[in-house]
């Protein structure tokens, strides 16, 4: 196999921190569609969600590029 079972921890690791980056991503809609609801751009949408989705990202990167070795 060319990733080795700590190269899968990663991948899986990366996999779990974008999901919740998506998880902190949702929500926030109004049940009025003529009300607009400013919740939409709070910090955790705005910012928090998005960092932690590149982290994510950064973590599959490692995992994938990163040559491990074999223990």
Request: a positive charge; hydrophobic letters at 55%; aromatic letters at 10%.
């Amino acid at each position: 196999m060319a990733m080795t079972p700590r190269g899968l921890k990663y991948l899986l690791a990366g996999l779990i921190v974008m999901v919740s980056g998506y998880i902190l991503m949702s929500g926030g809609g109004s049940d009025d569609p003529q009300v607009f609801n400013y919740e939409m751009f709070n910090f955790r949408r705005m910012v928090a969600a998005p960092v932690v989705i590149v982290l994510g990202m950064v973590i599959e990167i490692v995992a994938i590029m990163k040559v491990f070795k074999k223990q």
